[in-house]
C-alpha cells in the first residue's frame, strides 16, 4: 500500500463581491513522514477542478502559513514553492516539515490584488498532515488493520502505529479519527470544517458526507446509514463499519466477557 505524502487541494473559484475573488482550501488530511518534507500541491481552480490563472497583472500582497496544531515539542517548518507560478497557472507547493511524529495544522493565506484597479483574488484554508515514523510507513497492500477502544494506538499488518486520538463507542457503534482510517485504510480524506462536509475517496469510488448527518452519497448514489461522522476533541471521527464495508472491508469485532467490544480487525 504506497502512501502518498503529496495531497492535491481543489480550491473552489466564486464570484465574492464585484471586486473580490477568492477560493478556499478543502481542509484534508495528507499523509508525511517525520524528518522528511511532506509537499501539498494548492490548486486556484473553478468548481469543476480546472486550474486557472491568477494572473500575470496581479501581484501578491500576502502570503502566510501559521502552524496552528502540532506535536508537544516539534519543530515544524513551513515554506511556499513559487508563487509567481502561482500568478501564472495557479498552481504551487506548500512544503511542511516536523521533526517528530504526530498531527500538524496549517493555516494558509495567499492574497493577490490587481495593479491597477485594486481588484483582489486569495486563498485561505487549514492544510492537515499526519507525520509517521519513516519504519511506521506501511508499504505493502494491506492485510488486516486492528483498532483498539480506547487506544492511541492501532495495528497495522502487525506494526503498532501511534494515533492521535482513540476509537469510542457511541450508541453501540465504533469511531475511529480520520486520520487513523487514513492510514489504516489507504483512503484519501478531504474534510471542509467551514460546511462540516467529508470527501473520502479510494481507488475510482466516491464517498461525500456531512457532520451529523446519516445520508451518505456513494459513487453519487443516495444511501442511508445508521449512523454518522461526528466531531470529538476537535477531531472529526469517522464511523467504521459502513465506510470500510462501502470499501470492500470485513470486521470482526472481539469483546471482554461482559460483551463490550475491544478491538475491531479489519482485513481485505
Known sequence: MKRKIMMLFLLVFCLVTQTSYAATLSDGTAIGVAQQEAHIDIVYATAQGAAIAIGDNYQLVNSSAIVTKKPENATITTHFGSL???????KTVLNVYSDMAGEVEVEILLSYQEKN???????????AICFYEADQKVQQPLESAVFMVGQTTMLCDNQTLDIDGAPFIRDGRLYVPQCAFTQALN???????????????????????NIDENVIFVNGTVQTIDTAPTIMDQQVYLPLRPLAEFLGYDLLFTADQNGNVQTVIVTQ
Open 117 to 127: 484597479s485594486g481588484q483582489q483574488k486569495f486563498v485561505d484554508g487549514t492544510v
Open 187 to 209: 483512503a484519501e480524506i478531504y474534510y471542509n470544517e467551514t460546511t462540516g462536509t467529508i470527501n473520502l475517496t479510494k481507488n475510482n469510488q466516491t464517498f461525500n458526507m
Open 84 to 90: 509567481s507560478d502561482f500568478a501564472a497557472t495557479g
